[in-house]
């Protein structure tokens, strides 16, 4: 094959793949449609690759990303904690300041309410760390999954109160807790909403009604009348800028809490939020603090991971970090992993972390043993038809629920609910796909629910038992998803003929790290290549190995990770497919060579 300019080659290769492939997949995802297409954005790649020192092929790359305007290229590729905007931007946030410093200055004992997740457990450590580098009489509670559930409640508030608590300060939850807030004030307490979640809102005929919570100061980018640049912050986040905000007005250096952005890392990434322009930078930076970070803890959580701290990546955050610090609250109390972020000791820190580890391995054998009993449910009975998914499985651990539908969502590509017996009546999680707004519909079907709270992506919800299959029926019958939207888009970047593929350009394309939801790793496709010895190893037999040749003899390496069983198969079966891949350099003995990690295939 003639080698020509890169320029040429992203050219070139986009159109010669410009087609859709609908494909019925049963590869690790069910049964399911596939629609891969090739995205055909326009820029100047030339200009933009020449101004910004990056090839062409990655500045088609991150046009793709629909990061098209000179200042966005910028800071997509340099941005910095200086680019970071200033909090007092979100709506009473200068009252949560003014409050938060009378009390501290006036020694008013302050409590902070987390949530019992990765994001909740990171924002209770923030305000925690920095209202106590203030001087802030101030301690922590963390709701129990099961006997508490989400957010605030009365339990609470009782506590708080008899302890003697001046001021609660939520992070990650409170903007859905109005009745409970409105309690907490009848009994004297000033209350401190810091959130990232929807607003629950009522549908009327001229609009929404927004549903504040009467708090002291309600910080929520997500307020309609809040004018802050950027949406997307998880809780950890605003719980930081609230942080840094009160740092600068009670005139203290806001550098001195830059260590918590490795916290605000771990939560946007652990909490699966767009990693786009402030949490590009948040991430960006929180990973290079965690290389070298002083927490005890989470220096004894990736060396029992063992995980090699100098690559560390989101990717390990997402899933061999974030995995442990949420399995304390699923399957014991999150107060473990808030310990473990507390740790003074080596010897503490280890044990706490070794515990997390074990937690999340039993966790891990419970979502697999409720996986199959979802999948046996939905393909016996008539769930199968529905376009929205809801499983109830009374017998499942209620702390797994969201794992177990966001499984099953992957598996058949529809929005997924997963319902369990509670305590009191029935709780679930529910996981979406892209063309449904879960919230947004479930807003709609309120009247069912005795509490509920999310956003587009992912909800929580409890509900009476007689009123499970009536859900059912309901959501479905809302549901307005068309064919297209229950197909799975496979969005190929370009076409990459193995030619260039080099380790030049996969030592280029780390500039566009880190990936994750919102800046996905790229990805690559070829099409008519023969596979070569396809075999299975692996201690557990799931991983897939062979080699891919094209039309000019040119060969690579290859694996896959999904269900290798069905992609042996296929290969046996076809010989020559297509996939769509991307590139990495495989170390091994100290032995570099090029190989594709298969992503799909036809």
């Excluded at 009745?179 to 607003?199: A, Q, R, S, W």
């Excluded at 991971?305 to 399995?327: K, Q």
Aim: hydrophobic residues 40%; proline residues 3%; aromatic residues 6%.
């Amino acid at each position: 094959m003639e080698l020509r300019s890169a320029e040429q080659s992203a050219g070139i290769a986009a159109g010669a793949f410009a087609l859709n492939i609908l494909k019925k997949s049963n590869c690790g995802r069910g049964i399911c449609m596939e629609k891969w297409f090739i995205t055909m954005k326009k820029a100047d790649f030339n200009g933009i690759a020449e101004k910004y020192h990056i090839s062409p092929i990655i500045a088609r790359l991150i046009r793709n990303r629909d990061v098209v305007e000179d200042g966005e290229i910028d800071l997509y590729l340099n941005g910095t904690i200086a680019d970071l905007y200033d909090g007092m931007l979100m709506k009473d946030m200068d009252r949560a300041v003014e409050i938060l410093a009378e009390k501290i200055r006036e020694e008013k004992p302050i409590r902070i309410i987390g949530d019992y997740d990765i994001d909740g457990v990171n924002a209770t450590y923030i305000l925690q760390e920095g209202l106590s580098a203030l001087g802030a009489e101030v301690d922590t509670d963390i709701p129990d999954r099961i006997k508490d559930g989400y957010g605030l409640n009365r339990m609470l508030i009782d506590r708080a109160i008899e302890d003697g608590i001046d001021t609660i300060v939520t992070c990650d939850n409170g903007i859905a807790a109005a009745e409970e807030i409105t309690y907490g004030k009848d009994n004297g307490l000033t209350v401190v909403v810091t959130d990232h979640h929807e607003v629950p809102y009522i549908e009327e005929n001229d609009g929404k009604e927004y549903l504040l919570p009467m708090a002291d100061a309600v910080v929520d980018p997500h307020r309609a009348d809040c004018g802050y640049p950027f949406k997307g912050l998880c809780g950890a986040a605003v719980a930081y800028k609230l942080v840094e905000a009160l740092f600068n007005v009670m005139q203290r250096d806001p550098e001195d809490v830059d260590y918590l952005m490795e916290n605000v890392a771990i939560a946007t990434v652990g909490d699966v939020m767009d990693l786009v322009g402030e949490n590009r930078i948040f991430v960006k930076q929180g990973l290079e603090m965690l290389k070298r970070t002083k927490n005890q803890g989470l220096k004894a959580l990736i060396e029992c991971t063992g995980i090699d701290v100098e690559r560390l990546s989101a990717y390990h955050i997402g899933f061999v970090l974030g995995p442990c610090i949420n399995a304390s609250g699923r399957l014991d109390t999150a107060k473990r992993a808030l310990e473990l972020l507390n740790a003074k000791t080596r010897r503490e820190a280890v044990m706490l972390a070794e515990d997390l580890k074990a937690l999340n391995d039993s966790r891990k054998e419970m979502t697999e043993k409720g996986v199959k009993e979802a999948v046996q449910m939905i393909e016996s009975t008539p769930l199968k038809e529905d376009k929205i998914l809801v499983v109830y499985l009374p017998d499942c651990h209620e702390s797994i629920a969201g794992i177990i539908a966001g499984r099953i969502k992957e598996r058949y590509y529809r929005p997924t609910f997963v319902l369990t017996r509670a305590e009191e009546g029935v709780k679930g999680s529910g996981r979406s796909i892209e063309s449904y707004d879960m919230f947004a519909q479930m807003c709609r079907c309120r009247a069912l629910f005795t509490r509920f709270g999310g956003h587009k992506m992912a909800a929580g919800l409890s509900l009476e038992e007689e009123n499970v299959e009536r859900f059912r029926k309901t959501i479905n019958e809302l549901a307005d998803l068309t064919e297209e939207d229950l197909q799975m888009k496979v969005s190929i970047d370009m076409r990459l003929p193995f030619p260039y593929i080099t380790e030049k350009l996969i030592r280029e394309l780390e500039v566009l790290e880190p990936f994750g939801k919102g800046n996905p790793k790229p990805l690559f496709a070829e099409r008519n290549l023969k596979v070569i010895s396809p075999r299975i190893f692996g201690r557990n037999r799931n991983v897939l190995k062979c080699r891919l040749e094209d039309g000019n003899g040119n060969q690579m390496d290859a694996v896959y990770f999904g269900d290798v069983g069905e992609c042996l198969r296929m290969m046996e079966q076809k010989k020559v497919m297509s996939f769509t891949y991307y590139p990495s350099v495989n170390e091994y003995m100290g032995r570099k060579t090029l190989q594709l990690t298969i992503v799909n295939y036809q």
